[in-house]
């Protein structure tokens, strides 16, 4: 009984301790059971707990931890529901009305701006502002001079060499552009630490806390921003210029740039002044009016140069895809959109009454992050076109996977690029694990959404590193073999020689390799948004289940396949035969292959109905050929001339690397009614055959012309007993004979006819 009560004490303890009263939740438990949930002491105390543990029964025990713990879940269920009221409240109508009490306070900006200056007027004096005044002089004049003599120094690095007859690729442009950005920021650092010194020792105390705060806001900022303008835009040397764009657009750009960095400067300096002289925080709105006007031009600037960023976004390229093109287009709306959107986030984050968030003004970061986020896509691409590894092999294989593989660095730029932009974003906001782990319903809806991205990311990174490997293999292997399915000739006979054993596996890798990397991540992804990921996968095991016992044909297909590609049976390229059916290995799966027929059609055999196969193209392929000589004809002439021909062929630079064996005569092969039958044959690799047959009938063709070698033709004679003379017969007699003798022609040729067809219809083995 004591362990018992010990059990009971902790459970209560745990559940009880933190929640309050309430009624029961069961449904039908009525009166009686409220009845029977006895009151907890009040102050609840060990002795209390004891004591009521000692003098109720189980079932009163069960019912008083029911009643809690129903109490409990109500309370969590409350909450929840109000956070999330809680946060599209602020979302809406807690951002709209901020906005509406910046208006309401904008007669007030004014006189309580004056207020300020006035208030800072009495404090230093007349006499002060112009001592101060003298004082900022002073200090601009001996910093600029310091950074000036720096300058000299390095005059070099601030001056960008002339481009003489081409411009410069891309690393040669972009060496001398962020030599000239180091220089000027680094300048612009030795102007600040140059005029904090002179502040320090030659300007009285109380003057120092405007110094410090006007330097690094009013000069510091719009310089910085408008070198890095002139980093992106060198609007004096077009040739150095990074991005697309007119000497005019990028003149304006870097202009703008800096005075965008002097508005965002003027923020920052007359809050705290404001504050300094007796105007709280928020009471004039004047921040949220230079907030607004910051997102505002910056949304104008998109409007104004809409044509232009299109240009810029597509970076000079012709060979745009429809969706490149498309995101070029919507660049300018995309840019006006965050730029609106990031000034309505602030706006609720004000709602909040969160302020200290805004103090590293994360909303500036975000939109000028996010706004170059998509310019950046062209500097991937230019690094891409100038950094990617050169053509492996020649030929259009190797050329097409050149082309597929500047693509898959390109998006793989973007993937990392959207990563770290990701990254980036959510440390401006303070949002990560640790940060959101007791946030309120927005914010982790927030980290959560962004680190569903990031895993995506992760995955599809994965996704196109694999792909990239496997492809840049199977291109090198098909490129090493020489096989190249566009040289195959459409129509033609088959039997050319296929790829190599890897290339043939690989592309069954790169699918078997995807689909793991796309269920994965995507499993990962939905369960870190807090999706249970668990039925999903006793789902797909239910499923592997049920084919396992119910598609047995399935599995002998996909086991026969895998013993097939060990034994290398065949080859993607190879021109096999399976029991009848012909054709040249044109794709595989873990299933089944596809043969393409020489004369188009496809035949889709799976792996299990698969007999034997008989393959025409592994490694060497013997083709023998048959010249009918009328009766008289010599045959070891016909031999010499097969001979020359062999020697001939085997000197030629087209045709020498196609031999294995030289073409020679096997001598008189057998007689038939038209004459005699010589056959010769040559050893060549598989492909080839076809090609070196056609040249070598022309070479024989003329080569028996010379030599007064005719090839024997089938004719038809008729013979008519007691007439020796032609001369005699009449013209029934002469029509007699014709059409006799045209209808044992059109039966020979009939017959010709049907051998023909059945050879076509059963494929033709090649070679005979």
């Not at 505002?296 to 745009?320: P, S, T």
């Amino acid at each position: 009984m004591r362990v018992v009560s010990s059990l009971l004490w902790a459970l209560l303890v745990c559940v009880l301790a933190t929640a309050a009263p309430a009624q029961s939740l069961v449904p039908g438990s009525g009166s009686a059971v409220q009845d029977a949930v006895p009151a907890l002491p009040d102050p609840l105390t060990e002795d209390a707990a004891n004591a009521l543990l000692s003098r109720l029964s189980d079932a009163e025990v069960r019912a008083l931890l029911l009643d809690q713990l129903n109490a409990q879940a109500v309370d969590d269920a409350a909450g929840a529901a109000d956070e999330i009221d809680d946060f599209i409240y602020h979302a809406t109508l807690g951002a709209f009305e901020q906005i509406t009490i910046a208006v309401q306070r904008l007669p007030l900006l004014f006189t309580e701006q004056a207020r300020a200056f006035s208030t800072f007027a009495s404090f230093v004096g007349g006499n002060g502002l112009l001592a101060m005044a003298g004082y900022f002089v002073m200090v601009l004049a001996g910093a600029f001079g310091i950074e000036f003599a720096f300058r000299r120094l390095i005059r070099s690095w601030l001056v960008l060499p002339p481009v003489n007859d081409r411009s410069p690729n891309i690393r040669a442009a972009v060496v001398p552009l962020a030599k000239r950005l180091t220089s000027e920021i680094v300048s612009v650092a030795i102007f600040m630490v140059a005029a904090s010194q002179i502040t320090r020792y030659a300007v009285p105390g109380y003057y120092h806390p405007f110094f410090m705060l006007v330097g690094p806001w009013l000069i510091g900022l719009p310089r910085m921003a408008a070198a890095v303008g002139r980093f992106f835009m060198a609007p004096s040397a077009p040739d150095y210029r990074i991005v697309t764009a007119t000497d005019a657009t990028a003149r304006a750009m870097v202009f703008h740039m800096f005075w965008l960095g002097m508005v965002v400067g003027i923020g920052q300096v007359i809050v705290p002044f404001n504050v300094a002289n007796g105007v709280p925080v928020g009471e004039t709105r004047i921040g949220g009016w230079i907030n607004f006007t910051v997102h505002l031009y910056v949304a104008l600037l998109f409007w104004r140069y809409w044509d232009e960023a299109v240009d810029m976004m597509r970076g000079g390229y012709d060979d745009l895809s429809p969706a490149e093109d498309w995101i070029a287009r919507a660049y300018p709306a995309f840019g006006i959109i965050v730029a609106l959107t990031t000034w309505w986030v602030v706006n609720i984050v004000v709602s909040y009454g969160n302020f200290a968030l805004l103090d590293s003004v994360p909303q500036y970061k975000t939109m000028v992050l996010l706004t170059f986020a998509p310019a950046m896509d062209t500097a991937i691409r230019g690094l891409v076109r100038h950094l990617a590894p050169p053509m492996t092999g020649e030929g259009p294989v190797a050329e097409r996977a050149y082309v597929s593989t500047r693509r898959s660095y390109v998006r793989i730029g973007r993937v990392v690029v959207f990563g770290l932009v990701l990254l980036a974003v959510a440390s401006f906001w303070g949002m990560s694990a640790t940060t959101l782990a007791s946030a309120g319903v927005g914010e982790r809806v927030a980290a959560n959404l962004i680190e569903f991205l990031m895993i995506l990311s992760v995955g599809y990174l994965v996704y196109e590193v694999v792909s990239l490997f496997i492809n840049r293999k199977l291109a090198a292997e098909q490129t090493a073999a020489g096989y190249n399915p566009d040289e195959e000739e459409v129509g033609g006979e088959g039997g050319g020689a296929g790829g190599s054993r890897l290339s043939t596996v690989l592309p069954l890798i790169l699918g078997v390799s995807r689909a793991a990397i796309i269920v994965v991540f995507l499993l990962l992804g939905l369960g870190n948004v807090g999706i249970d990921t668990t039925p999903l996968l006793a789902g797909a095991g239910i499923v592997g289940l049920a084919i396992g016992f119910g598609a047995q044909k399935l599995v002998t297909d996909v086991v026969s396949g895998i013993f097939f590609l060990i034994d290398d049976a065949f080859r993607t390229g190879e021109y096999v035969e399976v029991d009848g059916t012909m054709g040249t290995v044109e794709k595989i799966s873990i299933r089944s292959m596809q043969l393409r027929h020489h004369r188009g059609p496809v035949h889709t055999l799976p792996y299990g109905e698969i007999p034997k196969i008989t393959n025409y193209s592994r490694d060497w392929v013997i083709m023998k050929l048959r010249f009918t000589v009328p009766f008289g004809t010599d045959p070891n002439k016909v031999k010499k001339i097969f001979k020359t021909i062999g020697a001939e062929m085997m000197e030629d630079e087209l045709f020498k690397g196609d031999f294995l064996q030289p073409f020679k005569s096997q001598g008189v092969l057998e007689f038939d009614d038209v004459g005699i039958v010589m056959r010769g044959k040559f050893m060549a690799k598989p492909g080839t055959q076809f090609t070196i047959r056609k040249e070598l009938l022309t070479r024989v063709n003329k080569k028996f012309e010379e030599n007064g070698i005719d090839f024997a033709r089938r004719e038809v004679r008729v013979a008519i007993p007691g007439l020796d003379d032609h001369d005699k017969l009449d013209s029934d007699d002469r029509a007699a004979i014709a059409g006799a003798a045209a209808e044992a022609a059109q039966t020979a040729m009939d017959q010709a006819d049907a051998a023909a067809a059945a050879g076509g219809a059963g494929g033709g083995k090649p070679g005979d």
